[in-house]
């Protein structure tokens, strides 16, 4: 069965400290691999998209890794500020698909000050 | 804004009433979803459109729901017969795909409309 698991489920950090959030899949073959940012009751925002071949890609503060052997995926974010308070989501689209995502249940992240 | 924009962003309805969101996907965006998201849980897919051709729809779709997209850019989601368990936010996506996959597009989400029905 195709499976998206992140952890932690949630992370509590001060403000301007880094943080790493993980996503484990097991969707065989991928065509590519999303972090989304979703503030609560707003629609998700696109943070980086990878394709298989990929293994990092950044957006300013934010970097994701890939590791399609292990199919591991991290979200590192530096310098965290009080607006990155909010859920960050791994998104899986099977290879060949041209609708399906499979979404993991997100990482809740509260910054404080 | 040139973003994916949704209408109502919220509604409350009687149980048994209809209700239709709108839809109004980026310019030029041939492929448009619809999910629909409960507090804690991931996005769940309804349906999608490749320009105005209904492409796939989940079984979650019962007979009750109904989605249309009649000139390939704006599209409606409607509900008839409300119930409770329908009180959800119901988000609406587009990207503009090339080929058969998704492959490496960006997904644009909208900011939702919510349901909630009493």
């Known amino acids: 069965k195709n499976q998206v698991e992140q952890s932690p489920q949630s992370l509590i950090i001060l403000e301007g400290k880094n943080c790493t959030l993980q996503?484990?899949?097991?969707?065989?073959?991928?065509?590519?691999l999303r972090w989304y940012k979703q503030d609560t009751g707003r629609g998700p925002v696109s943070l980086t998209i990878?394709?298989?071949s990929e293994n990092t890609k950044s957006n300013g503060r934010y970097t994701a890794t890939l590791d399609a052997d292990t199919k591991q995926s991290s979200l590192h974010i530096t310098a965290s500020q009080l607006s990155d308070s909010a859920s960050y989501i791994c998104v899986v689209s099977p290879f060949g698909s041209n609708y399906q995502l499979i979404w993991g249940a997100g990482t809740k992240l509260i910054i404080k000050p | 804004d040139t973003g994916v924009s949704q209408d109502p962003r919220h509604k409350i309805t009687k149980r048994g009433q209809n209700v239709t969101f709108r839809c109004d996907p980026i310019s030029e965006h041939n492929r448009l979803y619809w999910y629909r998201q409960t507090l804690g849980q991931g996005p769940e897919f309804l349906t999608y459109f490749q320009n105005e051709a209904q492409l796939e729809k989940s079984r979650l779709l019962s007979d009750r729901f109904s989605a249309e997209r009649p000139k390939g850019s704006f599209s409606t989601l409607e509900i008839q017969r409300t119930e409770q368990g329908d009180s959800a936010m119901y988000l609406c996506?587009?990207?503009?795909?090339?080929?058969?996959?998704?492959?490496?597009?960006?997904?644009?989400f909208g900011e939702g409309s919510w349901l909630t029905v009493v």
């Open positions: 996503c484990n899949y097991t969707v065989s073959p991928f065509s590519n």
């Open positions: 990878m394709t298989f």
């Open positions: 996506a587009s990207s503009l795909a090339q080929g058969d996959t998704n492959s490496g597009n960006t997904i644009y």
